[in-house]
T-cell receptor, first 115, second 115 residues
Framework: AQSVTQLDSQVPVFEEAPVELRCNYS??????LFWYVQYPNQGLQLLLK??????LVKGINGFEAEFNKSQTSFHLRKPSVHISDTAEYFC?????????????FGKGTKLTVNP | GAVVSQHPSWVICKSGTSVKIECRSL??????MFWYRQFPKQSLMLMAT?????????EQGVEKDKFLINHASLTLSTLTVTSAHPEDSSFYIC???????????FGPGTRLTVL
């Protein structure tokens, strides 16, 4: 089974500042990793995903994440945030073996970008 | 891309009534569909997974007789909350799987309020 820990429930930052949202996972098998964004009263939108290959993954809206297998982490970063990045961000993991398609989500990090 | 719609986007019902939520994939055929619920300020919890033409697989603790899932076709899945009670009030989100490895595409969610 997999689990996901998002270390920060809330992250306030000022506009144009860099941000890092932390995500650690636990799994006995190899995994796929995802970051999703959720705006109020909406579904989830995929920001980026790691399936294999390069450990640095670039996504939409200027976000990127780095898969670190030794530290079992998949932190999300953006060098300069905008007001419109204010949202809830979820890290998720699924098993890369056995055909399991289930996603296990972290509890989410609320990013608030202040002017 | 892959577009998933849900209907209705919100619903208010009286305690004891049943509510049906539809989830449709608009531009692809989904092999697998997933239903999640999300309580306020919390993460998504998987309720069940279904494949077209077969019975849904429910997660532990989810009452299959209360949350009826019908996966009628490759583009349509429905979730019926039977005899709804106030504690069933939640945000219900569906997702549809596509590709190998499976990537999930999420609907916009349905806000259910049971009075």
């Amino acid at each position: 089974a997999q689990s996901v820990t998002q270390l920060d429930s809330q992250v306030p930052v000022f506009e144009e500042a860099p941000v890092e949202l932390r995500c650690n996972y636990s799994s006995s098998v190899s995994v796929y990793l995802f970051w999703y964004v959720q705006y109020p009263n909406q579904g989830l939108q995929l920001l980026l995903k790691y399936l294999s290959g390069s450990t640095l993954v670039k996504g939409i809206n200027g976000f990127e994440a780095e898969f670190n297998k030794s530290q079992t982490s998949f932190h999300l970063r953006k060098p300069s945030v905008h007001i419109s990045d204010t949202a809830e961000y979820f890290c998720a993991v699924s098993s890369a073996q056995g055909g399991s398609e289930k996603l296990v989500f972290g509890k989410g990090t609320k990013l608030t970008v202040n002017p | 891309g892959a577009v998933v719609s849900q209907h209705p986007s919100w619903v208010i019902c009286k305690s004891g009534t049943s509510v049906k939520i539809e989830c449709r994939s608009l531009d692809f055929q989904a092999t697998t569909m997933f239903w999640y619920r999300q309580f306020p300020k919390q993460s998504l919890m998987l309720m069940a997974t279904s494949n077209e033409g077969s019975k849904a697989t429910y997660e532990q603790g989810v009452e299959k007789d209360k949350f009826l899932i019908n996966h009628a076709s490759l583009t349509l899945s429905t979730l019926t909350v039977t005899s709804a009670h106030p504690e069933d009030s939640s945000f219900y989100i569906c997702s549809q799987g596509k590709g190998a490895p499976v990537e999930q595409f999420f609907g916009p969610g349905t806000r259910l309020t049971v009075l």
